[in-house]
């Protein structure tokens, strides 16, 4: 069974600053790794993926998530975030690439102060 | 413009009900997925289909049925609608070999009475 943590519920944050939206895994196999968005009233959109290779992945916006095996970790990050990245985070997993059974996390609300 | 697109956007039902949910793609992918969200949580997969004419099952599927008359086509059901299925409900699609990018629609926002 593979699980997926978003240990922070809440983050706040005022522009310009960065931050760090953090996700923990837990399987034994070959997994995917991928960060989506929710803005509010809306649909997920996909922000980022990780397989294999370079740990530190770059998505859409100036995100991008660093891969750890030791941790069991996918991190989102930004570095200088603006107010329309206020949004819900999710961390997901699959075990494979086949379709099904990809597992979110329980998302981070993410709030940028101006 | 939306590739994936569900109908209706909220829907009021009462207990005992049946509710159909619709959800359309033109992505031209293989695989359809229904989610649901429950306020404050993340999002639990119901029912899945590779292909028309087939589904399959997802982690949370007793209370549901899904069809797939098409590529573009999935439909979520719910014969006999009970106040716990409120919630939003969230159909995606993804390519072949893609599993881990969904492409989601904009949800359906189901109150039960």
């Known amino acids: 069974t593979q699980t997926v943590s978003q240990s922070d519920a809440h983050v706040t944050v005022f522009e310009g600053d960065s931050v760090e939206l953090r996700c923990n895994y837990s399987y034994g196999g070959s997994i995917y790794l991928s960060w989506y968005i929710q803005h509010h009233g809306r649909g997920l959109q996909f922000l980022l993926k990780?397989?294999?290779?370079?740990?530190v992945v770059q998505g859409v916006n100036g995100f991008e998530a660093e891969f750890s095996k030791s941790d069991s970790s996918f991190h989102l990050r930004k570095a200088s975030v603006h107010w329309s990245d206020s949004a819900v985070y999710f961390c997901a997993v699959t075990n494979n690439n086949a379709g099904a059974k990809l597992t979110f996390g329980g998302g981070t609300r993410l709030t940028v102060r101006p | 413009e939306a590739a994936v697109t569900q109908s209706p956007r909220s829907k009021v039902a009462v207990t005992g009900g049946k509710v159909t949910l619709s959800c359309h793609q033109t992505?031209?992918?293989?695989?359809m997925y229904w989610y649901r969200q429950d306020t404050g949580h993340g999002l639990r997969l119901i029912h899945y289909s590779y292909v028309a004419d087939s589904t399959e099952k997802g982690d949370i599927p007793d209370g549901y049925k899904a069809s797939r008359p098409s590529q573009e086509n999935f439909s979520l059901i719910l014969e006999l609608a009970s106040l716990s299925q409120t919630a939003v409900y969230f159909c995606?699609?993804?390519?072949?070999?893609?599993?881990?990018?969904?492409?989601f629609g904009s949800g359906t926002r189901l109150t039960v009475l």
């Open positions: 990780y397989y294999s290779g370079n740990p």
């Open positions: 992505n031209n992918h293989d695989y």
């Open positions: 995606a699609s993804s390519e072949v070999g893609q599993g881990e990018t969904l492409y």
